[in-house]
T-cell receptor
Framework: NAGVTQTPKFQVLKTGQSMTLQCAQDMNHEYMSWYRQDPGMGLRLIHYSVGAGITDQGEVPNGYNVSRSTTEDFPLRLLSAAPSQTSVYFC????????????FGPGTRLTVL | GENVEQHPSTLSVQEGDSAVIKCTYSDSASNYFPWYKQELGKGPQLIIDIRSNVGEKKDQRIAVTLNKTAKHFSLHITETQPEDSAVYFCAASIAGSQGNLIFGKGTKLSVKP
């Protein structure tokens, strides 16, 4: 199993550009989440999904969209990037039978100029 | 909502000494408390967790204690080694929102040889 994979590893955007951060897991986990990590702030929940076709907002959802068309994939979309979205983004997944035990991907470092 | 405070923000110990990191949480309904280790450039990795029906849990050199009355939990690392150097995060589950966690802001542990 590859676990949780994220692409790209690094990305630089200009203000106003759009992009999609990819996340995939091959563990057949029902739960998937997106977090952002900023210096001195820990990890903050952006959006999460409890299964295909179901998504919900976390603590800091503004400026981000998600969809969950398959169990394996949970992409995060930035429609119009802003410098405040410069951060490291982590995707996580967990099994519904033990949803709190989350497994994290390696992260995407995003810089918005 | 849930809030998690983590102390200290930085910790430096000599190899072989013990390290203790403490976290407090605000929501007495939280029932799951994981600890993650994050090495530079990598995603958080679960190292140990504890549920609210248990007061202590050990795994080799790592232990976690939970005091539900005081709403705090701690990570104890004994016989520290240079490879223990990393950023450690505590987290607490969000009551009523299975699979979602609130994270502390992290502790940077440095183990000096």
């Amino acid at each position: 199993n590859a676990g949780v994979t994220q692409t790209p590893k690094f990305q630089v955007l200009k203000t106003g550009q759009s992009m999609t951060l990819q996340c995939a897991q091959d563990m057949n986990h029902e739960y998937m989440s997106w977090y952002r990590q900023d210096p001195g702030m820990g990890l903050r929940l952006i959006h999460y999904s409890v299964g295909a076709g179901i998504t919900d907002q976390g603590e800091v959802p503004n400026g981000y969209n998600v969809s969950r068309s398959t169990t394996e994939d949970f992409p995060l979309r930035l429609l119009s990037a802003a410098p405040s979205q410069t951060s490291v983004y982590f995707c996580a997944s967990s099994w519904a039978g033990d949803a709190d035990t989350q497994y994290f991907g390696p992260g995407t470092r995003l810089t918005v100029l | 909502g849930e809030n998690v405070e983590q102390h200290p923000s930085t910790l430096s110990v000599q190899e072989g000494d013990s390290a203790v990191i403490k976290c407090t949480y605000s929501d007495s309904a939280s029932n799951y408390f994981p600890w993650y280790k994050q090495e530079l450039g990598k995603g958080p990795q679960l190292i140990i967790d504890i549920r609210s029906n248990v007061g202590e849990k050990k795994d080799q050199r790592i232990a976690v204690t939970l005091n539900k009355t005081a709403k705090h939990f701690s990570l104890h690392i004994t016989e520290t080694q240079p490879e223990d150097s990393a950023v450690y995060f505590c987290a607490a589950s969000i009551a009523g929102s299975q699979g979602n966690l609130i994270f502390g802001k992290g502790t940077k542990l440095s183990v000096k040889p």
